[in-house]
């Protein structure tokens, strides 16, 4: 097999052209059909275009190279940004996953068979039918207790903060944070001048008021900066088995000897609510979800929104006429942004009134301050399970915490806070709206955490937030009160 000629089926360039200068595609200009079978071919044909360019761009730039590791550095991102356009279509139903899966495999074979990348190194995997399983109820628990502890054999004092327990009934996930807290232990060394904070919640004993007692089998943590300059660790440690629904208290003695006493009580039946979406409209929905990120003064991946979009216009997913991309460039000429290429010709559409608003309250930095222990469980969204276990603000800035005891593996759409399958959509009972940015989480096992950054800051008025996971046929929402206690964590924890 040929490197240079594996996308055989790829259109060509004066298919290209007409797939850029089209005047109509998905049910004709202005409305936001679903892709038909000769679209479908040409969305198809698009992303074996863009993953034939991108193999010679790399080819090209390994004549240059001259280490190994260079190479690979250029395979792996040559892979990542064909995946990316990938999990995009497939995520709104333009492409097939098998369809994208193939594309993908070529480009890895052809970056292997060039010498750009060992095949040890090849980061795909096939992709497993989902398992219909039984059904699993989960349960979340309010926690928000805070503990300082030491861990055996250092002089290493750590502070803990225990966010919810969730449970299936089978065993149980106890989430939760730590850092050091000696002030000295900051900056880029901070992380490699003691042990991981896990080693606290390696080996935990529990004990419950009905005499119950539990291992921890380990736990699961990744860390990042806090914009204080302090490394923070977070994660979730499981038990098992589950401490039962009339338990009142457990007992979890971590490593260091502090006794730390979780609640049990029976938490708040939340309102949800599920409602079935048209995939026909699914392009427009991916969108409409992430324009208003470009409103906020820390936009969260910027450029892959307008890349996207015009992605999604050259493949003949949208038409130039359709109103998620006027309501794009409305919101690039509110921001001053020149949008490139084809999109430069999109008239600007009106900016819907939530957005505006949105825009108005950036920067205000007026948010409330505190934290609210949610605990709140979605229903089910085509097989994502979330808890959003706490909301912590302050003025200039509003963080929601998500936990997932379960979440579909698909390597080619990447980690689960960027998931392309799914969005968040964010408002108060104000009336007001909220982008949601996802930053860096932890993954492992079908589980993850992960943070969602507001923008703007959760308005301290506000008495309730309307949390929604949406897919491409289906939405769930949580309403979670806002009963906002003292934060004792510390005021750099974003």
Same mark, same amino acid.
């Given at each position: 097999?040929?490197?240079?000629?594996?996308?055989?089926?790829?259109?060509?360039?004066?298919?290209?052209?007409?797939?850029?200068?089209?005047?109509?595609?998905?049910?004709?200009?202005?409305?936001?059909?679903?892709?038909?079978?000769?679209?479908?071919?040409?969305?198809?044909?698009?992303?074996?275009?863009?993953?034939?360019?991108?193999?010679?761009?790399?080819?090209?730039?390994?004549?240059?190279?001259?280490?190994?590791?260079?190479?690979?550095?250029?395979?792996?991102?040559?892979?990542?940004?064909?995946?990316?356009?990938?999990?995009?279509?497939?995520?709104?139903?333009?492409?097939?996953?098998?369809?994208?899966?193939?594309?993908?495999?070529?480009?890895?074979?052809?970056?292997?068979?060039?010498?750009?990348?060992?095949? *040890?190194? !090849? %980061?795909? @995997? /096939?992709? #497993?039918? =989902?398992?219909?399983?039984?059904?699993?109820?989960?349960?979340? +628990?309010? $926690?928000?207790?805070?503990?300082?502890?030491?861990?055996?054999?250092?002089?290493?004092?750590?502070?803990?903060?225990?966010?919810?327990?969730?449970?299936?009934?089978?065993?149980?996930?106890?989430?939760?944070?730590?850092?050091?807290?000696?002030?000295?232990?900051?900056?880029?060394?901070?992380?490699?001048?003691?042990?991981?904070?896990?080693?606290?919640?390696r080996n935990v004993t529990a004990a419950d008021d009905l005499g119950g007692s539990y291992h921890g089998k380990g736990s699961a943590v990744?860390?990042?900066?806090?914009?204080?300059?302090?490394?923070?660790?977070?994660?979730? *440690?499981? !038990? %098992?088995? @589950? /401490?039962? #629904?009339? =338990?009142?208290?457990?007992?979890?003695?971590?490593?260091?000897? +502090?006794? $730390?006493?979780?609640?049990?009580?029976?938490?708040?039946?939340?309102?949800?609510?599920?409602?079935?979406?048209?995939?026909?409209?699914?392009?427009?929905?991916?969108?409409?979800?992430?324009?208003?990120?470009?409103?906020?003064?820390?936009?969260?991946?910027?450029?892959?929104?307008?890349?996207?979009?015009?992605?999604?216009?050259?493949?003949?997913?949208?038409?130039?006429?359709?109103?998620?991309?006027?309501?794009?460039?409305?919101?690039?000429?509110?921001?001053?942004?020149?949008?490139?290429?084809?999109?430069?010709?999109?008239?600007?559409?009106?900016?819907?009134?939530?957005?505006?608003?949105? @825009?108005?309250? #950036?920067? =205000?930095?007026?948010?409330?301050?505190?934290?609210?222990?949610?605990?709140? $469980?979605?229903?089910?969204?085509?097989?994502?399970?979330?808890?959003?276990?706490?909301?912590?603000?302050?003025?200039?800035?509003?963080?929601?915490?998500?936990?997932?005891?379960?979440?579909?593996?698909?390597?080619?759409?990447?980690?689960?806070?960027?998931?392309?399958?799914?969005?968040?959509?964010?408002?108060?009972?104000?009336?007001?709206?909220?982008?949601?940015?996802?930053?860096?989480?932890?993954?492992?096992?079908?589980?993850?955490?992960?943070?969602?950054?507001?923008?703007?800051?959760?308005?301290?008025?506000?008495?309730?937030?309307?949390?929604?996971?949406?897919?491409?046929?289906?939405? @769930?929402?949580?309403?979670?009160?806002?009963?906002?206690?003292?934060?004792?964590?510390?005021?750099?924890?974003?």
């Amino acid at each position: 097999m040929r490197p240079a000629g594996i996308l055989n089926a790829c259109v060509n360039q004066r298919n290209v052209l007409e797939l850029y200068g089209q005047e109509s595609a998905v049910n004709g200009p202005g409305t936001a059909g679903q892709a038909s079978p000769l679209d479908a071919q040409q969305a198809a044909n698009y992303l074996r275009l863009r993953a034939e360019e991108e193999l010679r761009e790399a080819m090209s730039d390994a004549q240059v190279q001259a280490t190994a590791d260079d190479l690979a550095t250029t395979a792996k991102a040559c892979m990542a940004r064909v995946a990316s356009l990938a999990g995009v279509l497939t995520a709104v139903g333009a492409v097939p996953g098998p369809v994208a899966e193939g594309v993908l495999a070529d480009l890895g074979a052809a970056l292997v068979q060039g010498r750009l990348l060992p095949a *040890s190194e !090849l %980061d795909s @995997a /096939p992709v #497993a039918p =989902a398992s219909p399983g039984r059904p699993v109820s989960v349960r979340a +628990v309010p $926690v928000g207790v805070t503990a300082a502890c030491g861990l055996d054999g250092f002089g290493f004092p750590v502070r803990l903060r225990f966010g919810a327990l969730v449970t299936d009934g089978q065993s149980a996930r106890l989430t939760w944070r730590a850092a050091y807290t000696d002030p000295a232990l900051t900056g880029p060394a901070a992380p490699f001048q003691g042990p991981d904070p896990q080693m606290a919640l390696r080996n935990v004993t529990a004990a419950d008021d009905l005499g119950g007692s539990y291992h921890g089998k380990g736990s699961a943590v990744g860390g990042r900066f806090s914009e204080g300059g302090r490394f923070r660790w977070e994660g979730w *440690s499981r !038990l %098992d088995p @589950a /401490p039962p #629904a009339e =338990a009142r208290w457990l007992e979890l003695m971590p490593a260091g000897g +502090v006794l $730390v006493r979780i609640p049990l009580g029976h938490g708040r039946e939340h309102a949800v609510t599920v409602a079935a979406l048209d995939p026909a409209d699914a392009a427009v929905r991916y969108l409409d979800a992430r324009s208003p990120t470009l409103l906020s003064p820390d936009p969260a991946r910027p450029p892959g929104v307008v890349a996207m979009a015009a992605d999604l216009l050259a493949a003949g997913v949208l038409a130039p006429g359709s109103s998620s991309l006027a309501r794009l460039a409305a919101v690039a000429r509110r921001q001053g942004l020149s949008l490139p290429g084809p999109l430069a010709a999109i008239p600007p559409g009106r900016l819907p009134a939530e957005w505006a608003s949105m @825009a108005d309250r #950036a920067g =205000a930095d007026t948010g409330a301050s505190g934290v609210v222990f949610a605990a709140a $469980v979605l229903p089910e969204v085509e097989g994502a399970r979330c808890v959003i276990t706490e909301l912590a603000s302050r003025p200039d800035i509003s963080t929601l915490r998500v936990y997932a005891p379960a979440w579909p593996y698909c390597w080619y759409h990447g980690l689960p806070q960027h998931d392309d399958r799914y969005h968040w959509d964010v408002r108060d009972d104000l009336g007001g709206r909220y982008a949601a940015s996802a930053c860096t989480g932890l993954s492992g096992g079908g589980e993850a955490e992960f943070p969602l950054r507001l923008h703007p800051p959760v308005s301290p008025l506000a008495r309730e937030l309307e949390i929604t996971l949406a897919g491409r046929t289906s939405q @769930a929402s949580v309403r979670v009160p806002l009963n906002w206690q003292d934060d004792e964590w510390e005021s750099d924890e974003f």
